[in-house]
């Protein structure tokens, strides 16, 4: 890789790491109701909105009560989606005349909204109208998101209150997410997006002229390119910043209206990662102690660089099947070297990789390359991201509660091996907190695990595969990673959008998503019950590299014990077939 590459990289995790505490502070600030300078703007919008719900502000849930608003909640938002889809073609804004989207494909990308996956079996600029991807879509990747972040809020007010029943209201949280966080960014980006070149428009679809004209697949000459637009902008923003990833075109963020310009991409893979990032920080100045933000966040990038160090590597060595028959891969100042298959060449082999990574350690699930074109090593990566719970920074919300629900394990072993009962920030953790943790831990690998051996073995779910082998196996074992995992992402070559996949990706969307939160709703209410432990001599110290290497250590054994297996019939055996000249 070109000294460019390099510091690409470096620039993008420096630049990370500086917005961490001013924008984890500000969200600190919303999330404890203290006085920020967007009061005066969406103070009374935030009011309005109490009344016409008839929420007290001040009328605070039990752990019971507040996981009960937020599953109605979603459901709801997924019978509204689903509607919306069915209706289409009688309602307003289509201008294309979009057909009603299928009953089991409709029912697919309403739970994949709603979970914060979108997983999209279907391409946007041909089935979905401008009122379905605004009214449906992008409402969703508010609320989704906003919802993530919310339950996140109670976990850690879990941590940081002694001898309490609540965990805070649902309604308050979600309202405050969306309207002093989620929204106004999402302003700044769209609006900056459009200055680049990325559309914001009801107008109809263009037609142009082709410079070259060219014969379709039964020779008849083609000389117009119909141009998708839309109202793209708005959506975009947030399906980075709220880490939903579900894009507008079919290309998603590899498309020239999605992502027009080095500046754009650099922007979205920020935005990706900001809001995750940031919440470490908020979480340490809610507990009381920032240094425990810094030392989650500290795990986190340990992770994320060692596995973009792997992705990376593996892309920049090229195809080895090319290098035999003298394919220049070398990295020069002509060209990016390495396996550019599947990549856009305005990238380049260190944003694609970045992009990747990104990605899938944030539950977004937008891609600037096809991961299906990755080296076997490279692709495996992104697996394994989202795998681990997506914890590496992780979605806005998901990312952080995944992780603290690793740290409870992490400090179950350390009191293992000491031989007294684990604590973590003054409240110890006995077994209701860590079968919990763990039961909601297992639910990911139940999930991902089990459905991919369900469809390996069904007629439909083979025919559906367009590559034999190892790699047709890692294309069935990413779909179901991505689906439980709330990612959204795909190898892209299975074709999903048939009854089988859409009702088995779907179960496992729903399972991914609400059956993790539950329990961890259920830890966080026990821990908010509890009295705070003075610290002793034998106290474990949770700020420090001792405490950031135990839980690394953890989640790559947890990770490796579970997903080892089917990584080796996939990714791992392909990776070693293709170096002994063996291709599938």
Request: charged share 10%; proline share 4%.
């Amino acid at each position: 890789m070109t000294l460019n590459g390099y510091f690409q990289l470096v620039f993008y995790i420096v630049v990370l790491i500086l917005l961490v505490k001013p924008v984890g502070l500000f969200m600190a600030k919303v999330y404890q109701g203290e006085p920020t300078f967007l009061d005066h703007v969406f103070g009374p919008v935030e009011r309005l909105f109490y009344r016409l719900a008839g929420v007290r502000a001040d009328e605070e849930m039990n752990w019971k009560t507040y996981a009960v608003a937020m599953m109605l909640f979603n459901i709801l938002g997924i019978a509204v989606v689903y509607a919306i889809q069915r209706l289409q073609v009688f309602l307003p804004l289509n201008p294309q005349a979009m057909a009603a989207v299928t009953p089991d494909s409709s029912l697919n990308t309403a739970i994949s909204f709603a979970t914060n996956t979108n997983w999209q079996g279907y391409s946007g600029e041909t089935t979905m109208s401008y009122l379905t991807q605004m009214l449906a879509l992008t409402v969703q990747n508010f609320v989704s998101a906003a919802s993530g972040m919310a339950v996140l809020v109670a976990m850690i007010r879990g941590f940081a209150r002694r001898s309490g029943q609540t965990l805070g209201s649902f309604w308050v949280d979600l309202v405050r997410t969306t309207l002093y966080i989620l929204l106004p960014l999402s302003i700044v980006f769209a609006m900056i997006l459009v200055w680049q070149g990325t559309p914001q428009t009801f107008n109809a679809y263009q037609t142009a002229t082709v410079v070259q004209p060219t014969l379709d697949s039964n020779n008849k000459p083609v000389t117009e390119q119909v141009i998708a637009l839309g109202p793209a902008a708005s959506q975009i923003a947030i399906k980075q910043l709220g880490t939903n990833g579900g894009g507008f075109f079919n290309a998603n963020s590899a498309h020239p209206y999605e992502n027009p310009t080095p500046l754009t991409n650099f922007l979205e893979l920020l935005a990706i990662l900001l809001i995750g990032a940031a919440l470490c920080y908020t979480f340490g100045k809610m507990v009381g102690d920032t240094r425990q933000g810094w030392a989650v966040l500290a795990a986190m990038t340990v992770l994320f660089v060692v596995l973009l160090g792997v992705v990376v590597a593996a892309e920049q060595e090229g195809n080895p099947a090319l290098a035999k028959i003298g394919v220049d891969q070398t990295a020069s100042a002509l060209q990016s070297g390495g396996n550019m298959e599947g990549k856009e060449v305005r990238f380049g082999i260190a944003n694609s990789a970045l992009f990747a990574t990104i990605t899938t350690d944030a539950s977004c699930g937008a891609v600037n390359s096809m991961h299906d074109s990755f080296m076997p090593l490279g692709g495996m990566i992104p697996m394994l991201n989202i795998q681990l719970g997506e914890i590496i920074f992780g979605g806005v919300g998901s990312g952080l509660y995944g992780m603290l629900l690793f740290v409870i394990i992490a400090m179950f072993v350390a009191g293992l091996m000491v031989g007294r009962t684990p604590e973590y920030l003054g409240k110890k953790l006995e077994s209701r907190e860590v079968k919990m943790a763990i039961l909601a831990i297992l639910i990911l690998p139940l999930s991902i695990l089990g459905f991919t051996a369900l469809v390996s073995v069904l007629p439909d779910g083979v025919a559906a595969l367009n590559n034999s082998g190892p790699h047709g196996f890692s294309e069935m074992l990413y779909a179901f990673t991505s689906a439980t995992g709330n990612n959204g992402s795909a190898f892209a070559g299975i074709s999903a959008n048939v009854l089988l996949y859409n009702t088995t990706l779907g179960a496992a969307m729903f399972i991914g998503r609400f059956l993790m939160i539950v329990p961890m709703l259920a830890v966080a209410g026990s821990l908010a019950a509890k009295k705070i432990v003075p610290i002793s001599a034998g106290t474990f110290p949770t700020d420090g590299g001792l405490f950031v290497g135990l839980v690394v250590g953890v989640i790559l054994i947890v990770g490796g014990l579970t997903y080892f297996p089917a990584l080796a019939l996939g990714p791992i055996v392909e990776h070693f077939a293709m170096h002994a000249g063996k291709l599938y």
